[in-house]
């Protein structure tokens, strides 16, 4: 027999806040927070478990537990907002006054099957994109194996037949228009749910999440896109004349946007699959990480063990027994999960987590580094109050690992015994400039697309850009910022942005914007505080306990202080700046600068 429910005659505490009367005290603004953290926390956790299995068990029960769990957390944060407001203008000590900010900053509900729809088309847009597969025809007309993306991202990375490219590049983008207009409701939603806390829309709630005015956030993204912008038109030009090398004038235009295909990479976003044809003419070192790690039969849980001793070098804690038990490191082959590498924390204690679909390439060595920066977080600031366990601002949560990223030098890749000493030297001068243009392939190759992905974004939330304009708007944008045009013609109804896993998931990408810079900075920071003096490329702090310490202070603070605060705490900077990332590729611009002339001489030949 099924026991009759209570939850019609209980209120929850932060309910009664909001339905008190009179003038509020601070110390009623008190219990209020506590009250509030103390409900959001509990809820948080389920619903991080709830999209944990939503995302490494894909069905249709899995993403409707998903979505009942992000309801309830979405109902409490809204109810919590609310309630919030009463205590605006009273004056209560900074870490409370920051707390009560920080709660406002959400989408809020009134009505129940709005916040009902919301969730449901989120889990499902996310469900979809990991289903997505394309089944090319056989030449019969039959339809043949379908392709998941990780299969068709191997063919763009390996092949050099363009048409075969541009199969993959139209198989994958024709996947997502299935979810578009599904997309086109969310974002309706989304935006009543901003404007119930005063946001004219999402975007702009976004953009006020930085500790300065929206406006301010704006201009600051496009003051340091302008300032890194002339390294990138480089490379971009450098890089065109190497494609046009490789598959002709006919192919890759002389001026003018290049179809975004040739890149190496379903977005274009980075172009590290591009560097056997863009390295150096000679010189270049023939080291290869990907084939060291899968000659060794490298596994998914030897490349996070690599990573871990990184970080355990600076002197942090081993990673929990938790995180090697329920970590899903390798694609099961009995069912779909959602490979795109991401970390977790479930809850406020030590159980954190990644899922990632690990092969043994340098690209995943990479990634796997990244991701463990997010784990390192995640327990470095454990033990703040709920609202302050996040990132100083969300960039600084992608930051992270990429600064111990940027120590995978030869220096660190012949102590931990993948690269003989031999093969760091190899190359003299040109080696450098190529190791120099391998990480320019991801780390500046990216900066427009993760500038226009939310620029898009902010136009689209704000109804500049409507739903038929979708395609229109990201491709006039891509053109303009990053040089880059669809391989194919548009068509209608067609939805290319959502073929990003950002936009089906929603999840904002300024933060990886803002982190390409602030990793540099604080990759900076990091060699000064261990000492060093030479090139900045060629600094690895591996083993260092002294930059390590300088590092885990940041982390523990948390969101707990403005931005700028946590910046300045690891780097003595107060505003970010792109300076450190030229600083770092200096000797590659150069470089790029010297072959560009001397291909704009040859052409004029």
């Given amino acids: 027999m099924l026991a009759a429910s209570a ?16 003038k509020p005290s601070v110390a009623e603004a008190e219990q209020f927070l506590a009250d509030a953290e103390q409900r959001l926390n509990k809820l948080n956790n389920e619903q991080a478990r709830g999209a944990w299995v939503g995302a490494n068990f894909i069905t249709d029960d899995t993403e409707a537990i998903s979505s009942f769990f992000a309801e309830r957390f979405l109902t409490a944060s809204g ?32 009505d129940a099957k709005e916040r009902e729809a919301y969730t449901t088309i989120q889990a499902a847009m996310t469900g979809a994109y990991g ?37 993959m590049w139209v198989g994958w983008h024709a996947q997502s228009p299935a979810y578009k207009d599904r997309y086109a409701e969310y974002v309706a939603l989304s935006n009543k749910g901003a404007k119930q806390m005063g946001f004219a829309d999402t975007g702009l709630m976004w953009r006020a999440q930085y500790d300065m005015p929206p406006e301010a956030f704006e201009a600051e993204m496009e003051r340091l896109w302008q300032q890194v912008k002339p390294l990138y038109d480089s490379l971009h030009t450098y890089t065109r004349h190497k494609l046009r090398q490789t ?32 390295k150096p003419a000679s010189g270049a070192s023939n080291y290869d990480l990907s084939k060291v790690l899968e000659t060794r039969g490298t596994s998914a849980k030897d490349m996070t063990a690599y990573a871990e001793r990184f970080y355990t070098s600076l002197g942090m804690q081993k990673l929990p027994e938790s995180f090697w038990e329920r970590s899903l490191l390798t694609k099961p082959k009995d069912r779909d999960v959602v490979c795109h590498a991401s970390a977790w924390p479930i809850d406020e204690k030590d159980d ?55 120590s995978i030098t030869p220096d660190y890749l012949q102590k931990v015994g993948l690269m003989e000493a031999s ?42 850009t409507k739903p038929a304009d979708y395609d229109a708007s990201w491709w006039k944008l891509r053109e303009q910022m990053m040089g880059m045009q669809r391989p194919a013609a548009m068509s209608a109804g067609g939805f290319d942005a959502g073929a990003k896993y950002h936009v089906a998931a929603d999840v904002p990408y300024a ?19 261990a000492g060093y003096t030479g090139p900045l490329h060629r600094c690895s702090v591996y083993g260092n306990a002294k930059a390590g310490a300088k590092l885990q202070a940041m ?17 003595g900077e107060e505003k970010i700046d792109g300076g450190a990332l030229l600083d770092y590729f200096a000797p590659l611009k150069t470089w790029l600068d010297a072959q560009n002339r001397q291909f704009a001489a040859a052409d004029k030949k």
């Fill in 7 to 22: 939850i019609s005659v209980a209120i929850s505490p932060v309910q009664a806040h909001a339905a008190a009367k009179g």
């Fill in 79 to 110: 109810e919590v907002a609310i309630a919030a407001r009463r205590y605006n203008g009273l004056k209560l000590k900074p870490e409370s006054a920051r707390k009560l900010k920080l709660l406002q900053q959400t989408l809020v509900f009134a």
């Fill in 131 to 167: 289903k997505g597969k394309y089944c090319p025809k056989n030449a019969d007309g039959t339809v043949g194996t379908c392709l998941a993306l990780g299969e068709m991202e191997k063919v763009l990375a390996e092949s050099r037949d363009p048409a075969k490219l541009k199969e």
């Fill in 247 to 278: 598959y002709g004038p006919d192919v890759v235009p002389a001026s003018g946007p290049i179809p975004a295909h040739l890149f190496g990479n379903m977005w274009s976003q980075t172009w590290d699959n591009l560097y056997p044809i863009l």
């Fill in 352 to 406: 954190v987590r990644i899922k990632m679909c690990i092969t043994p390439t340098a690209e995943n060595f990479t990634t796997i580094h990244h991701e463990l920066g997010h784990i390192y977080y995640f327990l470095g600031y454990n033990k703040q109050p709920l609202l302050f366990r996040t990132g100083a601002n969300d960039g600084f949560h992608e930051a992270i690992g990429d600064t111990v990223a940027l």
């Fill in 423 to 464: 093969q760091a030297d190899n190359g003299g001068a040109d080696a450098e400039v190529g190791q120099l243009l391998r990480r320019a392939l991801s780390k500046v190759a990216i900066l427009p697309f993760a500038y226009s992905v939310d620029k898009w974004r902010w136009d689209v939330y704000s109804g500049k």
């Fill in 511 to 529: 933060r990886y914007f803002l982190a390409d810079m602030l990793q540099f900075q604080f990759h900076r920071a990091l060699c000064r505080e």
């Fill in 555 to 571: 982390l523990a603070m948390g969101s707990s202080k403005p931005w700028p605060e946590a910046l300045k705490a690891i780097s």
